[in-house]
């Protein structure tokens, strides 16, 4: 009986060390993991960070470009008017040579007391 005694002694030890071996890789498994999503965590913080940094300069340069082009329709704007001023008309329609005769008495029609019903 006791040889059998010996050998469920060393069973027993064997179990013990296979368990022990087994949370061991266990905790290298998880301390793995772990580091492993830092690096993905990181890896993709960076990113995000760069993407960012990008898409700022480029509303930067949309900006400069929305600047650029209010300038131009305010220039645009300012040659509109001095095209369309009366001065400048009326020395085209001289250049022309229309033969146009000037008003010598401006009649102005008065408002009637009909009211207009849209």
Do not use: C, D, H
Request: without cysteine.
């Amino acid at each position: 009986m006791s040889k059998f005694f010996a050998l469920t002694k060393i069973k027993r030890e064997f179990k013990r060390t296979s368990k022990f071996v087994q949370f061991t890789f266990n905790i290298k498994f998880l301390n793995i993991v772990v580091i492993s999503l830092i690096l993905l965590t990181s890896v993709f913080y960076v990113w995000e960070i760069n993407n960012e940094a990008t898409k700022g300069f480029k509303v930067k340069e949309f900006e400069q470009k929305i600047e650029q082009l209010k300038k131009t329709s305010e220039k645009f704007e300012l040659q509109i008017a001095e095209l369309q001023s009366l001065g400048v008309i009326q020395e085209k329609i001289k250049s022309l040579n229309l033969n146009m005769i000037s008003v010598a008495k401006v009649e102005y029609l008065s408002p009637s007391n009909l009211a207009v019903k849209k």
